[in-house]
């Protein structure tokens, strides 16, 4: 998928904060397309009356060098309201991917330490929630708080795939995270799935219906 190059403004956060909603939470979730992992996501709420100079560079974490986003990861998490939930590999499996993605993005909303007025959700709703939501369509790469959740919602993820490749090192999670290369294909081909393997996803689907007894 051809990544979107916007630059992200506060346009959907000022129109809320006009209209006399004081907290809009922003949504976005990592790790859809890998075949290993969890799904992670973040809420992030970023503060009108303490804007800092620093937001001008917040992009869609997948725009950003992953020193980049990691330092703005840190800026975010001691400056912002912030909560991060996740759906595991399992879950996806069980429940399917956008039942699990949401159920991951109700999660970062319940340790979010303050109650959302307003979600601006990247390109997606959430029914189970009854707060005012709006779904914004390339929302990581033009909306400033849901940019600001990707960037945190990544680190998080990219820090979980490097303790996983340290309980299995074969597979090179530190390396592609998880997502389908051909490092990753190779390794699965010679070792089979892991414990973290998407078992719904269809390179590990094919994989163990070859190696069926």
């Known amino acids: 998928m051809a990544l979107y190059r916007g630059i992200p403004t506060l346009g959907a956060e000022l129109s809320g904060w006009r209209a006399g909603l004081r907290y809009i939470a922003g949504l976005d979730e990592v790790g859809r397309g890998p075949m290993a992992g969890p799904v992670v996501a973040a809420a992030l709420v970023l503060d009108p009356e303490t804007p800092a ?15 980049r986003r990691a330092e703005l990861s840190d800026r975010l998490r001691a400056t912002a309201a912030y909560g991060v939930g996740s759906a595991s590999h ?12 949401r159920q991951a993005m109700l999660r970062a909303l319940a340790v979010l330490p303050l109650r959302p007025d307003l979600l601006l959700i990247d390109a997606m709703t959430l029914p189970e929630s009854d707060a005012e939501q709006r779904a914004i369509v390339h929302g990581d ?11 945190v919602a990544k680190v998080e993820r990219d820090q979980l795939m490097a303790a996983y490749d340290e309980q299995y090192p074969e597979y090179g999670f530190a390396r592609h995270r998880g997502y389908v290369t051909n490092e990753h294909l190779r390794a699965l081909e010679e070792h089979g799935p892991c414990p973290i393997h998407r078992r719904s996803f269809a390179p590990v689907r094919a994989y163990l219906q070859r190696h069926e007894r």
Do not use: F, Q, Y
């Not at 790469?141 to 849901?146: D, F, G, K, M, P």
């Open 53 to 67: 100079p620093w937001w001008s560079d917040l992009r869609d974490s997948k725009a950003l060098t992953a020193r």
């Open 90 to 101: 399992s879950e996806i499996d069980t429940l399917g991917l956008v039942p699990a993605t």
């Open 141 to 151: 790469a033009v909306c400033l708080s849901i940019a600001a959740a990707s960037i």
